[in-house]
């Protein structure tokens, strides 16, 4: 078990080489997964982006269209769509469209509603 150290340098220096060789693979390995990972997260976020462009679309329409079954009720004055209410929980976009689509159709069913007759004068 004499060993020289020549013998031993070059077996540490094989073992470096090794290890670094390891390592290299390694850190090839995971920047392939975090490439994965980001371009996954950058396409998830475009997808987001659209949802959410054709969700306030069609909202934007919902409104025109309630806007317009309140046209004779002079009383109701907007100013155009109102800004989003921060504090309202959380919803997935199904959700928000049901939510108006529902809100739309009791307002229409409210102003369908027949309204109690006022008294007329009498000349």
């Known amino acids: 078990m004499t060993e020289t150290a020549a013998e031993r340098y070059r077996e540490l220096a094989e ?3 090794a290890a670094g060789k390891q390592m290299r693979k390694h850190e090839r390995e995971t920047a392939k997964d975090l490439g994965e990972q980001v371009a996954a997260g950058n396409q998830r976020k475009e997808e987001s982006e659209q949802t959410r462009d054709e969700l306030v679309a ?3 329409g919902i409104w025109k269209s309630a806007m317009q079954v309140v ?3 002079r009383w109701l004055r907007s100013d155009g769509v109102p800004a989003p209410d921060r504090s309202a929980p959380d919803a997935t976009p199904m959700e928000s469209r049901v939510a108006a689509h529902e809100a739309y159709d009791a307002l229409r069913a409210a102003i369908a509603k027949p309204r109690l007759p006022l008294p007329r004068r009498r000349k």
């Open 71 to 73: 046209w004779d009720e």
């Open 15 to 17: 073992l470096a080489t």
């Open 58 to 60: 069609e909202l934007k």
